[in-house]
């Protein structure tokens, strides 16, 4: 079945610095990819759509600019938080599918971010 | 808007007694539903789905759910469960042409002995 590979599964890092998780289809084509967050005891929240090739677009109230996507290949979506600070931390989830099958959502494992 | 609302946050269910997950939707056409689990600190793994078709869909891990148009309903249900069934229970809803996902506030699950 499809996969898709998220790194890091955790990650501390200090704040102000930035974090790069990556989101990677293994063994399909992703022509789109979703990044959520969910914070503890919640649910996933979309952060963002984002279509190889094309500019990501962000939901209302998240920052383009803190939140940095990129869809520069059909197997790679990377989500960067520039200058993180404590109240990024979270757990953040990619989901990928191909062309129009919405039968086909698989998602990532998550990455644990937490920044001290 | 397109909505999916689950009214349970907790449930506690001893192994080998039956589940049920409610769902309730908000949608003008036919939904495209979906029931998902996530494990502490996991991915998601997609149980099952409803597009059209029988309103009777089975899943795996022995679940299934029962789409009800007239109650706007995706139930998911489990005739016995096991301790390793255990988890957070998420409904979700396609809320548009790009395939975005709406998720219900999800279902703690815990099974005792």
């Known amino acids: 079945g499809a996969v898709v590979s998220q790194h890091p599964s955790r990650v501390i890092c200090k704040s102000g610095t930035s974090v790069k998780i990556e989101c990677r289809s293994l063994?399909?084509?992703?022509?789109?990819m979703f990044w959520y967050r969910q914070f503890p005891k919640q649910s996933l929240m979309l952060m963002a759509t984002s279509n190889e090739g094309s500019k990501a677009t962000y939901e209302q109230g998240v920052e383009k600019d803190k939140f940095l996507i990129n869809h520069a290949s059909l197997t790679l979506s990377t989500l960067t938080v520039t200058s993180a600070h404590p109240e990024d931390s979270s757990f953040y989830i990619c989901s990928a599918t191909a062309g129009s099958e919405f039968h086909g959502y698989t998602f990532g494992s998550g990455t644990r971010l937490t920044v001290v | 808007a397109q909505s999916v609302t689950q009214p349970d946050i907790h449930i506690t269910v001893s192994e080998g007694a039956s589940l049920e997950l409610r769902c309730n939707y908000s949608?003008?056409?036919?939904?495209?539903l979906f029931w998902y689990v996530q494990s502490p600190g996991q991915g998601l793994q997609l149980l099952l789905k409803?597009?059209?078709?029988?309103?009777l869909v089975q899943g795996i891990k022995g679940f299934e759910a029962e789409f009800k148009r007239s109650q706007s309903s995706f139930n998911l249900r489990k005739p016995s469960v096991h301790w390793s069934d255990a988890a957070e229970y998420f409904c979700a809803v396609i809320t548009d042409s790009w395939g975005k996902l709406q998720f219900g506030a999800g279902t703690q699950v815990v099974v005792t002995p």
């Open positions: 063994d399909f084509q992703a022509t789109t």
């Open positions: 949608y003008g056409a036919t939904p495209y």
């Open positions: 409803y597009f059209s078709g029988d309103t």
